[in-house]
Each structure stands twice: as C-alpha cells, then as structure tokens.
T-cell receptor, first 115, second 113 residues
Framework: GAVVSQHPSWVICKSGTSVKIECRSL??????MFWYRQFPKQSLMLMAT?????????EQGVEKDKFLINHASLTLSTLTVTSAHPEDSSFYIC???????????FGPGTRLTVT | SQQGEEDPQALSIQEGENATMNCSYK?????LQWYRQNSGRGLVHLIL?????REKHSGRLRVTLDTSKKSSSLLITASRAADTASYFC?????????????FGEGTQLTVNP
C-alpha cells in the first residue's frame, strides 16, 4: 500500500506555455502533499506543502503565482507551472503523508523540459 | 534553516563489500530518514530513526544517530550491484511542523559486480 502516482512522467513544452502535473495517492487518503524540485545531480528542494481544501504553503523564494498548487481532494494535488521558461526545466517530485505518520511516500517524478 | 550534508559525495565499491554513508545536520530534529533514488526515478523510503533512538536495523541496513554530534550514518552490508543508486538523508526539524523534510546533498553509490 501507499502508492503515489504522477502524471505525466515527462513533458516537453514551449516557452511561455503552462504545464499541469498531477499527483495522486492511489490507495490511501493523503493528509498532506508536498512538491519538490530536483535539478540534475542535485538534491530535492521543497517547493510547497499543501493540505486538502486549504491554500498551499510555499517555501521562501518559490513564486506562488508561477507555481500554482491546487489540492482538490484527499487523493489529488496538481502543480501548474505557468508561463514556463527554460530555467523551469527540472524533475518535479511529489510526496504524500498518511494520517499523522512521519514517512513520506514519493511519486515517480515528472521530467519537465521547456524549449 | 538546517541543511543536511552528506559524505562522501560519491562512493564506488565492489559487490559484497560494505558501504557507509554519513550525514550531518545543523538544528534539532524530530527524526532523520534515509531515502534511495535510482537515476531519474522517485524516492524510496529506507528507514526512519527518531531523535531518541541511537541505532536501527532493517535487513542489510544499519542506521546510527548521534544527536550530540548532529550526525547519522547509513551502513549497507554485503552490497549488491542492485544497490547502485543515490542515497539521501532527510531531517524532520523540531522547529517545523507537518513533516517538512530537509534533504542532504546525497551520496552516489556505485556497486561494481
């Protein structure tokens, strides 16, 4: 149990367009979902934390108007990269927690390439 | 903000040998977790050790935690080629809530067959 999926697994888009990435908890209700960004050969950087039905909490330096997060249900959170630019190209990973447990369950990631 | 630092950044060993990776952090924590990431994939949770624990085992994994030195180590015994991956430590800080994790820079482990 505790499977998290992401869709799409990879996407290529043109500069200036918007891209939506979905994160779903398949077999449990996620108390909280997290969005991370990872550049090549680097560590994960937390972008934002989201709880169902409330506004996401963004980390310092992350533009909330550029990275729109919608946590519509206990099993779905979406990240929309608006007006994407080549520097937004990265690996985006979501994770979810179940109940009050400390462990985070990670999705397989989405590779975004902006041309 | 706290930052996890890991060493070595890269480790190459032969199959059957043990691999030890270290992680240091800067602030008080609730727990420390180790994750594994295969290239281009998501993270897999390996083990969690709480701030009041000193050592934990899971199969071929052994984790230690020294809160006085703010450091942790991950030992993989009898390594296999399939253990080749990046390993990250992540801390859940006491000053934060909601299980916000701060990840270390990671150690790239290569196990040669």
């Amino acid at each position: 149990g505790a499977v998290v999926s992401q869709h799409p697994s990879w996407v290529i888009c043109k500069s200036g367009t918007s891209v939506k990435i979905e994160c779903r908890s398949l077999d449990f209700q996620a108390t909280t979902m997290f969005w991370y960004r990872q550049f090549p050969k680097q560590s994960l950087m937390l972008m934002a934390t989201s709880n169902e039905g409330s506004k996401a909490t963004y980390e310092q330096g992350v533009e909330k108007d550029k990275f729109l997060i919608n946590h519509a249900s206990l099993t779905l959170s979406t990240l929309t990269v608006t007006s994407a630019h080549p520097e937004d190209s990265s690996f985006y990973i979501c994770s979810a927690t179940r109940g009050h447990a400390d462990e985070q369950y990670f999705g397989p990631g989405t590779r975004l390439t902006v041309t | 903000s706290q930052q996890g630092e890991e060493d070595p950044q890269a480790l190459s060993i032969q199959e059957g040998e043990n691999a030890t990776m270290n992680c240091s952090y800067k602030t008080s924590i609730n727990n420390l977790q180790w994750y594994r990431q295969n290239s281009g994939r998501g993270l897999v949770h390996l083990i969690l050790i709480r701030s009041n624990e000193r050592e934990k085992h899971s199969g071929r994994l052994r984790v230690t935690l020294d809160t006085s030195k703010k450091s942790s180590s991950l030992l993989i015994t009898a390594s296999r080629a399939a253990d080749t991956a990046s390993y990250f430590c992540a801390t859940d800080g006491r000053e934060t809530s909601g299980s916000r994790l701060t990840f270390g820079e990671g150690t790239q482990l290569t196990v040669n067959p």
